[in-house]
């Protein structure tokens, strides 16, 4: 089963706004990644946080963990139309060696 | 995408066939790993290698072999015991194979699109 369940599903919001999705797990983790993907292509790499991290930024993302909560959310600020795409959070489990477990993804429109 | 192509980025197959998916990479990565994605879905861990001459069965292995030759290469194969095949499937790259404080950022393909016909 998907150890990643992302929420919501589906996102949509104006330009300029801010965008947040959220990403709850099962097990124990060695780190926790958000990917995006462009409709119909490959995946990419956007942000890792580790289990010993609490909160990472990055230009516009910033990613919080939570492990007792088994929780991590992504927020997008000042969201642009180009930033319309599938968002993934992916766990690196501490017994799964270099696997990483993906959620279902939410759909993230941004609106001009 | 990155140093990591895949080919043919669309694929009909007709039942009963086999068919074989390119996946090679340049960024000389140990670990590589193919995925499949239904519409709407998140992406399911087929066959992934660490190491050459070796790979493991992911979540979904069932109807899908793979071989892991040469570093660079990971193709995988469609056959015909797969019985629902049709999907979008995806190649990734990782530099490190695993270990309790590795850090796995995961390069992908374009991926290939696969339909039977």
């Known amino acids: 089963s998907q150890q990643g369940e992302e929420d919501p599903q589906a996102l949509s919001i104006q330009e300029g706004e801010n965008a947040t999705m959220n990403c709850s797990y099962k097990?124990?983790?060695?780190?926790l990644q958000w990917y995006r993907q462009n409709s119909g292509r490959g995946l990419v790499h956007l942000i890792l946080i580790r289990s010993n991290e609490r909160e990472k930024h990055s230009g516009r993302l910033r990613v919080t963990l939570d492990t007792s909560k088994k929780s991590s959310s992504l927020l997008i600020t000042a969201s642009r139309a180009a930033d319309t795409a599938s968002y993934f959070c992916a766990t690196e489990r501490q017994t799964s060696g270099s696997r990483l477990t993906f959620g279902e993804g939410t759909q993230l429109t941004v609106n001009p | 995408d990155g140093g990591i192509t895949q080919s043919p980025k669309y694929l009909f197959r007709k039942e009963g066939q086999n068919v074989t998916l390119s996946c090679e990479q340049n960024?000389?990565?140990?670990?590589m790993y193919w995925y499949r994605q239904d519409p709407g879905q998140g992406l399911r861990l087929i066959y992934y290698s660490q190491i050459v001459n070796d790979f493991q069965k992911g979540d979904i292995a069932e109807g899908y072999s793979v071989s892991r030759e040469k570093k660079e290469s990971f193709p995988l194969t469609v056959t015909s015991a797969q019985k629902n095949p049709t999907a979008f499937y995806l190649c990734?790259?990782?530099?490190?194979?695993?270990?309790?404080?590795?850090?796995?950022?995961?390069?992908f393909g374009p991926g290939t699109r696969l339909t039977v016909l």
């Open positions: 097990t124990s983790i060695n780190n």
């Open positions: 990734a790259s990782s530099i490190l194979a695993g270990g309790p404080s590795s850090y796995n950022e995961q390069f």
């Open positions: 960024l000389n990565h140990d670990a």
